[in-house]
């Protein structure tokens, strides 16, 4: 090598150190980099009106509106607001003298959750203001300033003249950072009963968890009515009724069958995280429910919360290559799940008439029917954690087929146990729903 080309090689050497080093000093000197998206207005903690969140975040808001006038179904859900009770009047039985068997309405969107919970049938002059804690925006503000204990104790009458907004941005988002966040206590509280720090969860199990602040089981406990989610044991069906079975917790008896019932609520997010293939996968519940969309250069998440086959190809697409093949792969999915509980209501209505013949019976040996009535409350719980929970089967499918298989056998245990106290074999008879309408059918 000569001496002008060792002059040379030094040289750019030296020019590339001193750009590596100026590169880095730049960089060491940058302010701290914020949100792509700077706010405008500032928005106050717990906020309960979404309209000031959607002046800094218009496109986010104005897709949150929408929920309001989702009327569209699906084959077996969407936004109606039909009737359970008309669609499948077995759930009248099922209900006998609860709640629910008065008026059971599918759920409309978000914005209209204030609105309908105060018109529904069930509320009366005794109901807790535990009812609103999913219902409105109110609710971070309240629970902060007067404790859950308080609100859950005070009337649902009461409370109501505090609440004026439905479901909102201060359900899920911190103001200050816009980031996901916990803000319900009976959710913070039932994590940490199973030693678990929701502030450790990265963005994407967040964008599962905000659901949980609503969308899961729960019950009122004690006389406070507190609310309360029943995690202790594990958020599988069978932990859930272990622990309701050592709190001695029912919501009704059921008339003449004189059974303990317990009524399940909306547990997606156990019926999701409960080893589901998508879970297992890594989505999360917005990937589907609430998928990124672009308005011109602006990406944004869509908050028109609904169904993900209203949108499939948005929705699945953005995974899925052939979304016909999987759109007919989830109606595969749920007419399955859907016959197989139509099959699993008969099978516990059987019960029920069993139970009910064999307890009218002075004759009947009492600590069968105790049985019975055990396997009954169990048969019906399971159940009623698929009914209850709004995917009819999608969210998770083999789960959903694992426990409806065991509540119909559970049921069909309960009736043999009325049979056998009753030492009555009629009261095997099955598909006793069917013959009761027919009856009915032909009364005068």
């Given at each position: 090598?000569?001496?002008?080309?060792?002059?040379?090689?030094?040289?750019?050497?030296?020019?590339?150190?001193?750009?590596?080093?100026?590169?880095?000093?730049?960089?060491?000197?940058?302010?701290?980099?914020?949100?792509?998206?700077?706010?405008?207005?500032?928005?106050?903690?717990?906020?309960?009106?979404?309209?000031?969140?959607?002046?800094?975040?218009?496109?986010?808001?104005?897709?949150?509106?929408?929920?309001?006038?989702?009327?569209?179904?699906?084959?077996?859900?969407?936004?109606?607001?039909?009737?359970?009770?008309?669609?499948?009047?077995?759930?009248?039985?099922?209900?006998?003298?609860?709640?629910?068997?008065?008026?059971?309405?599918?759920?409309?969107?978000?914005?209209?959750?204030?609105?309908?919970?105060?018109?529904?049938?069930?509320?009366?002059e005794k109901t807790p203001g535990t009812c609103y804690s999913c219902k409105s925006s109110d609710n971070p503000g309240l629970w902060a300033e007067m404790g859950m204990e308080a609100y859950d104790k005070t009337l649902f009458s009461e409370l109501g003249k505090h609440i004026n907004n439905p479901i909102g941005c201060a359900n899920c988002h911190e103001a200050e950072t816009m980031r996901l966040i916990v803000t319900n206590p009976a959710l913070e509280e039932a994590l940490e009963a199973q030693g678990k720090d929701w502030r450790t969860f990265s963005r994407q199990e967040m964008r599962s968890l905000v659901?949980?602040?609503?969308?899961?089981?729960?019950?009122?406990?004690?006389?406070?009515?507190?609310?309360?989610?029943?995690?202790?044991?594990?958020?599988?069906?069978?932990?859930?009724?272990?622990?309701?079975?050592?709190?001695?917790?029912?919501?009704w008896e059921y008339p003449e069958a004189l059974t303990p019932m317990l009524k399940a609520q909306h547990p997606e997010y156990e019926m999701f995280t409960a080893g589901s293939t998508h879970f297992n996968a890594g989505v999360a519940c917005a990937d589907c429910h609430m998928p990124y969309v672009r308005d011109g250069a602006a990406k944004y998440t869509d908050h028109n919360i609904r169904s993900p086959l209203l949108q499939a190809e948005r929705a699945c697409g953005q995974c899925h290559t052939d979304v016909d093949y999987v759109t007919g792969r989830v109606s595969l999915i749920q007419d399955q799940a859907y016959n197989t509980k139509i099959a699993t209501e008969d099978a516990i209505v059987d019960a029920i008439n069993a139970i009910k013949a064999a307890t009218a019976n002075p004759a009947s040996d009492q600590a069968l029917l105790v049985e019975a009535r055990e396997l009954h409350r169990q048969a019906q719980f399971y159940w009623d954690f698929v009914s209850a929970e709004n995917s009819m089967g999608f969210h998770n499918p083999e789960y959903v087929l694992k426990i409806l298989a065991e509540s119909?056998?559970?049921?069909?245990?309960?009736?043999?146990?009325?049979?056998?106290?009753?030492?009555?074999?009629?009261?095997?008879?099955?598909?006793?729903?069917?013959?009761?309408?027919?009856?009915?059918?032909?009364a005068p």
């Open positions: 090598m000569n001496k002008y080309a060792l002059i040379s090689l030094v040289g750019v050497i030296v020019l590339l150190a001193a750009a590596l080093i100026g590169t880095l000093v730049f960089m060491q000197n940058r302010p701290v980099e914020s949100r792509a998206i700077q706010t405008i207005y500032d928005v106050a903690p717990m906020e309960p009106n979404s309209e000031l969140w959607g002046r800094n975040f218009p496109n986010q808001y104005s897709s949150f509106l929408d929920t309001g006038d989702n009327t569209v179904d699906t084959t077996y859900g969407g936004s109606s607001k039909f009737s359970h009770l008309e669609r499948d009047p077995r759930q009248v039985i099922l209900f006998a003298s609860y709640g629910f068997s008065l008026e059971y309405n599918d759920d409309r969107g978000h914005e209209n959750a204030l609105t309908d919970v105060r018109e529904i049938k069930r509320v009366n659901c949980a602040n609503c969308h899961v089981e729960y019950y009122f406990k004690g006389d406070g009515k507190y609310l309360t989610f029943p995690w202790q044991n594990g958020t599988k069906v069978e932990e859930m009724y272990e622990y309701y079975t050592e709190v001695g917790f029912k919501d119909t056998n559970l049921a069909r245990q309960a009736q043999m146990k009325a049979s056998q106290a009753a030492n009555d074999p009629s009261l095997l008879e099955i598909d006793t729903y069917y013959l009761d309408q027919e009856a009915g059918a032909l």
